[in-house]
T-cell receptor, first 118, second 112 residues
Framework: AQKITQTQPGMFVQEKEAVTLDCTYD???????LFWYKQPSSGEMIFLIY??????QNATEGRYSLNFQKARKSANLVISASQLGDSAMYFC???????????????FGSGTQLTVLP | KAGVTQTPRYLIKTRGQQVTLSCSPI?????VSWYQQTPGQGLQFLFE???????NKGNFPGRFSGRQFSNSRSEMNVSTLELGDSALYLC???????????FGEGSRLTVL
């Protein structure tokens, strides 16, 4: 079964508008972390934002915020005031943690290609 | 603070050859993990090292191997290359065992 699902292969947004990229996840663990990465055409994976499963507040980092709905197992990324430089592939990922604190590997979704239109 | 450095950035090999990729983590980071990215399979976990010990291994054949040195630098090796090994190989480092992963720019391998 898919652990991370990103249902939007591609998204378009007008410059300066907000956009939401969807991500749902599947885990039976109580302790886990959710990540969003941006991958421009150069290939580098750029860390954007992190949400721990026990964090009560939604994570925010500048123009990025994570809409975390634990009961629905969703972790959508919201980008406010889109810029042309935001055009890239965006990946949602999850890292499950054991009770001992050691972590399993990062599991990635299939990604969403975001295009910001001028 | 220097980021994760991967070398070489690009390389071309032929079937049957072997290749070694190198990754220098962010200074102070002790955990290094490797991922393979292909258009068909997406991002797949290869292995993770912490303090020179392999902690996790993904579902890849034994042709894929890795190691970590005492300075936390890591190498991965692929022997008897196949066309399907053409991919972007990404290395990531993290401070401990459960923190954010910081990725390098990747090594793009083409197998002819």
């Amino acid at each position: 079964a898919q652990k991370i699902t990103q249902t939007q292969p591609g998204m378009f947004v007008q410059e300066k508008e907000a956009v939401t990229l969807d991500c749902t996840y599947d885990t039976s663990d109580q302790s886990y972390g959710l990540f969003w990465y941006k991958q421009p055409s150069s290939g580098e994976m750029i860390f954007l934002i992190y949400q721990g499963s026990y964090d009560e507040q939604n994570a925010t980092e500048g123009r990025y915020s994570l809409n975390f709905q634990k009961a629905r197992k969703s972790a959508n990324l919201v980008i406010s005031a889109s810029q042309l430089g935001d055009s890239a592939m965006y990946f949602c990922a999850m890292r499950e943690l054991s009770t001992s604190g050691s972590a399993r590997q990062l599991t990635f979704g299939s990604g969403t290609q975001l295009t910001v239109l001028p | 603070k220097a980021g994760v450095t991967q070398t070489p950035r690009y390389l071309i090999k032929t079937r049957g050859q072997q290749v070694t990729l190198s990754c220098s983590p962010i200074s102070g980071h002790r955990s290094v993990s490797w991922y393979q990215q292909t258009p068909g399979q997406g991002l797949q976990f290869l292995f993770e090292y912490f303090s020179e010990t392999q902690r996790n291994k993904g579902n890849f054949p034994g042709r894929f191997s890795g190691r970590q040195f005492s300075n936390s630098r890591s190498e991965m090796n692929v022997s008897t290359l196949e066309l399907g090994d053409s991919a972007l190989y990404l290395c990531a480092s993290t401070l401990g065992l459960s923190g954010e992963l910081f990725f390098g720019e990747g090594s793009r391998l083409t197998v002819l």
